[in-house]
């Protein structure tokens, strides 16, 4: 279990990476107590604000895929308050995972996300990289 300064520092950079994919912004949503990771009004994730035992992740998927990340990590559980089917959550506590791989799962769900925006959306997203 990572100690309080890892974790704030992986959470930390969890914010950093999101907002560095192109057209994403991440804000806190203080209706639902929560880190908000937004793309063209598209949700690719939500992330606890306080950094203690509880903290998640939580991501999309593809549902073969979640399931296989979930039989393969403890750590890794259908995601909270969405749909258990195309969400998983990280417990962000969590050594079984590496920093780079939890990014690497936050970039996927933006693939996800990015992908059934319309073509248009799309172009305009990319005309900022």
């Not at 296989?68 to 969590?94: E, F």
Request: glycine residues 6%; aromatic residues 12%; contains cysteine.
């Amino acid at each position: 279990m990572l100690d309080n300064q890892s974790l704030i520092k992986r959470m930390t950079e969890l914010l950093e990476a999101g907002r560095a994919f192109s057209g994403a912004k991440v804000y806190y949503r203080e209706d639902w107590g929560v880190y908000y990771f937004d793309l063209a009004g598209k949700q690719f994730g939500l992330m606890s604000k306080a950094a203690n035992e509880k903290a998640v992740l939580t991501i999309k998927g593809l549902p073969e895929e979640n399931i296989s990340l979930r039989q393969t990590y403890s750590d890794i559980v259908p995601g909270y308050y969405a749909n258990k089917q195309h969400w998983n959550s990280i417990l962000l506590c969590s050594e079984q995972l590496s920093d780079i791989e939890i990014t690497e799962l936050l970039q996927a769900s933006y693939q996800l996300v990015f992908q059934k925006l319309t073509k248009k959306v799309q172009l305009e997203i990319n005309a900022y990289l």
